[in-house]
């Protein structure tokens, strides 16, 4: 149980409360980034559904078992926000470079492609998308997707070099279209409901598992929907939150789930995750996992970074950024994660340049934390502008400039 999660106390843990049947009906897997912690949730909830004589093996081969392996089990919900396209760019290369070696991981590294791109699709599953106002637009992508799939899903036989690269770049394309146009930035309250639903529906074939990832950015409606799922959990259902900010889980919600912690990997730990699940070329060139996946950005980390803080340096010089040339040199913002790490950048900057200091002067320190926080509000209305209320990137940092001047 729990072979394909490396480096993580916390899947002992699991696995003894699995063998001795003290499984809680509500866990929170709670560590850092890029720890394990989907992996997990995905393993836990294969495990307890395994019909294999030896249960729980990752080689058991009993139908529930590869339903899960490829995220295809009827009894599997995965909702919350995730930034999944840097893995499917990264499993899609593994893939490749698999079948041109004619390597003996290419199972491995075709498993993982589709889990890397299913990880995407559930979250916009008829499940949870049923009665929702995008499900038109986003019926198509995922038909479009689900095609593609087919056609290198086990047990096909894979397509030649060629067709199967053509394949493997339609799909990326079509994942970043799908991420881009319709990922949310908190689960909506309709899909809370959704599946809280399902739930509740009697299953024909096994214990039944709700992930809701990133839980820590739940709005307070579904916050609120959530804990009266968990006040009265329906039976053989099991339910697993995951966050990075256990601290911003809401204390109701932590006094009804057992924690789980994943710890934070050494670098040669994630170096090591980074060489046996990617089978990645020279892993030592990167310090962290997350550092591995941005290097598929179309925009170097450090660019964007470095823009971020020319931005705030010029708007703090009195001077106007030339913004379109920034929105271009970004890529467009395009995919949302550059938009990310370029606020992440800017609020990081800011607080060296307004906050950093200190005053003996109380006035004065006052004034300079409200102005501060001033600034950091017009920063996340700017953000929200952009993912919530799809205002362009340009039209909300040209409102972010004059808000900063």
Same mark, same amino acid.
């Given at each position: 149980?729990?072979?394909?999660?490396?480096?993580?106390?916390?899947?002992?843990?699991?696995?003894?409360?699995?063998?001795?049947?003290?499984?809680?009906?509500?866990?929170?897997? =709670?560590?850092?980034?890029?720890?394990?912690?989907?992996?997990?949730?995905?393993?836990?909830?294969?495990?307890?559904?395994?019909? %294999?004589?030896?249960?729980?093996?990752?080689?058991?081969?009993?139908?529930?078992?590869?339903?899960?392996?490829?995220?295809?089990?009827?009894?599997?919900?995965?909702? %919350?926000?995730?930034?999944?396209?840097?893995?499917?760019?990264?499993?899609?290369?593994?893939?490749?470079?698999?079948?041109?070696?004619?390597?003996?991981?290419?199972?491995?590294?075709?498993?993982?492609?589709?889990?890397?791109?299913?990880?995407?699709?559930?979250?916009?599953?008829?499940?949870?998308?049923?009665?929702?106002?995008?499900?038109?637009?986003?019926?198509?992508?995922?038909?479009?997707?689900?095609?593609?799939?087919?056609?290198?899903?086990?047990?096909?036989?894979?397509?030649?070099?060629?067709?199967?690269?053509?394949?493997?770049?339609?799909?990326?394309?079509?994942?970043?279209?799908?991420?881009? %146009?319709?990922?949310?930035?908190?689960?909506?309250?309709?899909?809370?409901?959704?599946?809280?639903?399902?739930?509740?529906?009697?299953?024909?074939?096994?214990?039944?598992?709700?992930?809701?990832?990133?839980?820590?950015?739940?709005?307070?409606?579904?916050?609120?929907?959530?804990?009266?799922?968990?006040?009265?959990?329906?039976?053989?259902?099991?339910?697993?939150?995951?966050?990075?900010?256990? =601290?911003?889980?809401?204390?109701?919600?932590?006094?009804?789930?057992?924690?789980?912690?994943?710890?934070?990997?050494?670098?040669?730990?994630?170096?090591?995750?980074? =060489?046996?699940?990617?089978?990645?070329?020279?892993?030592?060139?990167?310090?962290?996992?997350?550092?591995?996946?941005?290097?598929?950005?179309?925009?170097?980390?450090?660019?964007?970074?470095?823009?971020?803080?020319?931005?705030?340096?010029?708007?703090?010089?009195?001077?106007?950024?030339?913004?379109?040339?920034?929105?271009?040199?970004?890529?467009?913002?395009?995919?949302?994660?550059?938009?990310?790490?370029?606020?992440?950048?800017?609020?990081?900057?800011?607080?060296?340049?307004?906050?950093?200091?200190?005053?003996?002067?109380?006035?004065?320190?006052?004034?300079?934390?409200?102005?501060?926080?001033?600034?950091?509000?017009?920063?996340?209305?700017?953000?929200?502008?952009?993912?919530?209320?799809?205002?362009?990137?340009?039209?909300?940092?040209?409102?972010?400039?004059?808000?900063?001047?």
């Amino acid at each position: 149980m729990f072979e394909n999660l490396l480096y993580q106390h916390a899947s002992k843990l699991i696995c003894d409360d699995i063998r001795r049947n003290v499984v809680p009906k509500a866990m929170l897997f =709670s560590g850092p980034e890029s720890s394990g912690k989907l992996t997990a949730a995905f393993e836990f909830a294969r495990v307890i559904s395994c019909q %294999g004589p030896e249960k729980g093996t990752w080689q058991c081969t009993c139908p529930s078992c590869l339903m899960h392996k490829s995220l295809t089990h009827p009894d599997l919900v995965l909702a %919350g926000p995730r930034d999944c396209t840097l893995e499917i760019a990264a499993a899609r290369e593994s893939f490749l470079r698999a079948v041109a070696l004619n390597a003996s991981y290419t199972n491995a590294a075709r498993y993982l492609f589709l889990r890397s791109v299913r990880k995407l699709t559930l979250r916009f599953s008829p499940v949870l998308l049923e009665d929702d106002s995008k499900t038109a637009k986003i019926s198509p992508v995922l038909t479009s997707i689900n095609e593609s799939l087919e056609e290198i899903d086990f047990p096909h036989e894979l397509p030649d070099a060629a067709k199967l690269e053509k394949i493997l770049d339609s799909l990326l394309g079509q994942c970043e279209k799908l991420e881009s %146009g319709f990922m949310y930035d908190s689960i909506p309250i309709a899909q809370m409901r959704q599946a809280n639903a399902w739930a509740h529906l009697t299953s024909g074939h096994s214990k039944k598992v709700l992930i809701i990832e990133n839980a820590d950015r739940m709005q307070d409606s579904v916050r609120n929907a959530m804990l009266k799922i968990l006040e009265e959990p329906p039976e053989d259902v099991f339910f697993i939150l995951t966050t990075s900010c256990r =601290s911003a889980i809401m204390p109701t919600i932590l006094s009804r789930v057992r924690t789980y912690n994943f710890g934070v990997r050494t670098e040669l730990q994630q170096q090591d995750v980074i =060489s046996r699940v990617f089978h990645a070329e020279n892993p030592e060139k990167f310090s962290s996992i997350n550092g591995f996946l941005t290097d598929y950005l179309e925009v170097p980390s450090n660019q964007i970074e470095s823009a971020a803080s020319d931005f705030l340096e010029t708007v703090l010089s009195g001077q106007k950024p030339d913004i379109p040339s920034l929105v271009k040199e970004m890529n467009g913002f395009d995919p949302r994660l550059i938009l990310k790490i370029f606020f992440k950048s800017l609020v990081t900057q800011m607080q060296k340049k307004l906050v950093s200091g200190s005053s003996a002067d109380p006035v004065i320190l006052a004034v300079r934390t409200a102005r501060a926080q001033k600034v950091f509000d017009g920063v996340r209305e700017t953000y929200q502008n952009i993912t919530i209320y799809n205002q362009t990137p340009q039209a909300a940092l040209e409102n972010l400039y004059e808000h900063i001047r």
